[in-house]
């Protein structure tokens, strides 16, 4: 997966139920209560580092969970862990040496350096996506492109390779890179995953882990990193059999998605398909691409971004990358953003495999047998030894041997035309003639034939995901903000309160956390200032449920439950509290069912 | 943490109930399997990388889960994930770029690089670990130390850095390393994080992530890593304030120590001690390390390490870490490698808080309130105008100046002392007495002072615990391998088999299959072969439970089920199995209990 620019597709702003600084908020609150940030503050920031803090970092371990859970437990996939660092070799043979890099420009006076194709997007409105070094350079004199921080004139473009280089052990010589995606740890394992699945295909094979894209100049905050977490999947199957038997399962799916048919044709809506229409259509061309879209639709619903604003782009030819035969981009629409890459589906066909096993010289083909063994007949040759002997005296044995090293289709076919055929080796040859060869056939059962698999990848960027989700997740409610992350993957589950911070209460209530807590549950204990405040900080942590220890509690051991979503309140004895609240956050019950209602907040 | 050397300490071969080539069954049985292997094997494999495969990749997970669990989760420490490449200035500050290197030495024959103090303590038994090079020289010459490739004569030892070296973007200069450890991610954040704490002490940051360290010729398979998984926390605490509320929760429990003070006079024994006598005798300086070591004993304990193979030696003063004040090194012991480290536990004092505020020349001190604020009496000049008048003239204002510069308690000294002092600016100087000065005392209020906490790290190399896991795991019974994975951490939890592959068998299985993984299970399907390779398959994965479909289920809807550790066989019916097969899970109910007992299969 190669994460593209945001898109030429602008967003038509609706996206919110906020106002238009939607995600200046975000940004901020991000900072504040400690979701992400920006890395190396310290020193001043470096571009395109995220740091997670206590909540973004619950909250990225919980989406990765949910899509563990998902994409891999559930459909039976096998999950891997491989190395970062790699030889150079494994980039050569994928072909990251050659192709994953992108234009550079510097600028002819203050001498910063710029991504050519994005200062051509911003600054005229064009698409350099795929074009070469001299279109782009033309594109960029014409529309008198400059350096975005000096007016200055820019220079030629470059090409620059987004790989992070380095040497492994004590010897300058071995080179190694950062893998920018996880998949190259798949392929290069595939003879231990193939065998591990017992040579059969369909498999899935899927990775989590950081990747690294020296970005050359990345300005878009969180989504533009060049340090990131990629989830993937390699599906491998049989490009003779391409069915998708889970397909099923999700095939009344609607999915809605913009093919290059119609974006060519300028068409910026995109058609909204049953998931085995798009397929029987041919818009998308392999039943495992739509199978994992229709999924990861799901998902990103799931992780609260509506349908209407998700949508699957199908890149171009020259906006693809170097592997992919047809590729989809999932987008979301964000408030500052606009529409934004979550997650790419490419057909990366054979391409992968076949580069590794040339570089490599590894037979990475697997065994296909037929249904039934195919019987073949095999032409054989069968020497006349009496006719040889006689004929060629003490020649006879280079004359066998020359015969035994000809192919008995040429050799017949010879004979059969010209009447004979000459043998020769060095200045030597014989006239061999149907008198000293004879042909026969032999039958020969075969099995089945090898094959290089086709492989189907939906590559997810972690990092966008979690940032969608915060936005989505992000509303206001009487000028409060509150984050109602979905109850699966909310970082903080339960927030406990001391009604006051006096009178036993702290000490009862800490009690109660340190319970709640070996009962499995992620508590956050908070006794500084008003209940109401502590609330709207809860709200803004997104922490589902309050739980407050007040007087009542120290007479009858019963707490007050108060919602995140509704500002409700509810009485509820601690003896049923874990078990209700473990219904609870498998949405087996709603909120109201925790107890007795005694009180609405709607107007807290 | 710097893992250090295989230590001295040598195994006394009790470590396994199999044979002596335990660590080699591993091996092959971790590549077949596929829990771990070399990385690059496709190109003839690089030292120093791993891949985790289906099994281990799952196991990895599992361990990481319950370490946030019992460290993270359940203690109330903060989560953070921060990026691998740093700018060079984090590892300027951090001391790594001066001293995280070990001493290389080439072959003056075939070439090769090798790491010196390595070469010296395998030929000739001595320890080189903080020795100088010089030392290290004279100890390779005089022990006739050889390249033990070619036996040819080693060179000069010089210092090689082991953090991977890179760019950041496209400009040369602009240098990044990798991490060698997480921890820089949280003292580089400290001041958010000290905010999301409200700036109380003590508390702690925790961080799992991927780690680089270059190492020179690492020869230990999976033991030895260049890139390897850290799991570390840094617990912030006041130094005039050291104590521990959370050691009561431990304080009984018994630690396996060995200290330097016996390590120096020979000691190979440990000292079986109660972590808070340990605290009190001194052998531990910090509570916060004698807390955290008692939770690392468990956990490993949870992983199926004896305590009797586990210890904690003290490292000495040239071993240490140049951060550390105080490091105990877990060590736990392996059939192949001898006394491994798994965690090592150090008190890094104020150091890394220290250099980020000089390096970045930001306040990393937080307020210390004191318990009730302090009077404090301040000593005052109170100049008399009129006498300064009359004896200075036109010289008064510069008079007033110099006054004011001066320190009242250093000026109402002399004065008292001598009777006089002089106040002089270049050339000019005054000569002031109790007649031109008074001194007067106010009153100042002091709420606190600012102060730079000290922090214990306990730092688990997580690659290192999956393997002690692992070996621990593995046991031998009527010449079959069954890895007994403890439940918590098991890979697979359930394997679903058809008794047959025909009459509706499989589908009938693989229907439960799909069902048991929606309940939230992790199954495998295996229809190959005989049911009994197929058990035996399972305990070589260590999936705990066999559920098996028969005849039987399609009539009446039951199952058999069979255990990995009895080998033991019950029946059940389908309809109680997800509840059953929770409880069991989490250990609230025996094997036995799941059903109607029908089969001791102990002589399977």
Chains 1, 2 share one sequence.
Not at 282 to 299: D, E, S, T
Request: proline share 5%; net charge negative; aromatic share 8%.
């Amino acid at each position: 997966m190669k994460l593209p620019f945001l898109r030429i597709l602008r967003s038509d702003g609706r996206s919110g139920q906020m106002s238009e600084d939607k995600g200046e908020k975000l940004l901020e609150l991000a900072r504040r209560k400690g979701i992400f940030w920006q890395s190396y503050e310290l020193y001043g920031g470096v571009g395109g580092f995220l740091d997670y803090g206590p909540l973004g970092s619950l909250l990225k371990r919980k989406i990765e969970e949910k899509w563990l859970d998902l994409f891999v437990r559930k459909q039976g996939i096998r999950l891997v862990e491989t190395p970062i660092v790699s030889p150079s070799k494994v980039f050569e043979a994928s072909g990251h040496i050659e192709h994953f890099s992108d234009p550079v420009i510097d600028c002819r006076k203050c001498e910063r350096k710029w991504r050519a194709d994005q200062l051509l997007e911003e600054q005229a409105g064009i698409s350099g996506e795929g074009m070469s070094l001299d279109a782009l350079e033309k594109a960029i004199q014409e529309n008198r492109v400059r350096c975005p921080e000096c007016g200055g004139e820019l220079g030629h473009p470059s090409s620059f390779n987004e790989l992070f280089k380095t040497t492994i052990g004590p010897y300058s010589e071995n080179v190694g890179y950062c893998r920018p995606e996880t998949a190259q740890g798949i392929f290069t394992n595939f003879r231990r995953l193939s065998e591990s699945a017992r040579g059969k295909l369909p498999f899935g094979v899927a990775q989590i882990g950081r990747c690294l894209r020296n970005e050359i100049a990345p300005r878009q905050g969180p989504i533009r990193l060049r340090e990131l977490t990629i989830m993937e999947i390699e599906m491998f199957f049989d490009p003779e059999d391409q069915g998708c038997d889970e397909l099923d399962r999700v095939a009344k799916e609607t999915i809605r998605i913009l093919p290059q048919e119609l974006v060519s044709q300028g068409g910026k809506e995109p058609i909204e398909i049953p998931v085995l229409e798009a397929l029987e259509d041919h818009y998308v061309k392999y039943a495992w691409n739509a199978y994992f879209m229709a999924l990861a639709k799901r998902f990103m619903s799931d992780l609260g971004v509506p349908e209407a604003r998700q949508l699957f782009l199908e890149k171009g030819e020259h906006e693809r990358a170097h592997y992919s035969v047809q590729t989809f981009d999932q987008l979301v629409e964000l408030s500052r953003w606009g529409w934004v890459e979550v997650s790419g589906h490419s057909c990366r066909s054979e391409y992968d495999l076949k580069r590794h096993a040339a570089f490599s010289k590894v037979d990475l083909s697997i065994f296909k047998p037929y249904r039934s063994p195919k019987s073949n007949k095999l032409l054989k040759i069968r020497p006349e030894k009496a006719a040889i002997h006689e004929d060629f005296g003490k020649d006879e044995r280079l004359v066998f041997q020359l015969i035994d090293e000809s192919k008995p289709e040429e050799l017949s076919e010879i004979i059969e035309r010209e009447g004979a055929a000459t043998l020769s080796r060095g200045a030597v040859s014989f006239k061999v003639t149907a008198r000293h060869i004879r042909f026969g056939q032999d039958e020969v059962e075969e099995k089945g034939r090898r094959l290089i698999p086709y492989v189907v990848e939906p590559s997810f960027g972690v990092d966008r995901i979690l940032y969608a989700t915060c936005e989505y997740a992000m509303t206001e409610k009487k000028d409060r903000t509150i984050m109602r992350f979905p109850l699966d993957v909310v970082p903080v589950q339960l927030g406990v309160f001391p009604l006051v911070a006096k009178d036993r209460l702290p000490e009862r209530a800490k009690s109660l956390e340190s319970s709640l807590r070996e009962e499995g549950f992620t508590v956050e204990y908070d006794e500084a200032g008003s209940i109401g405040r502590r609330y709207a900080r809860a709200d803004e942590s997104g922490i589902p449920i309050g739980v407050t220890v007040d007087y009542q509690t120290l007479r009858e051991d019963s707490v007050t439950l108060r919602s995140r979503d509704t500002w409700n309140q509810v009485r509820t004895e601690i003896k049923d509290l874990p078990e209700l609240l473990r219904q609870y956050f498998m949405k087996k019950i709603e909120f109201e069912d925790m107890g007795t209602l005694i009180r609405r907040q709607g107007s807290e």
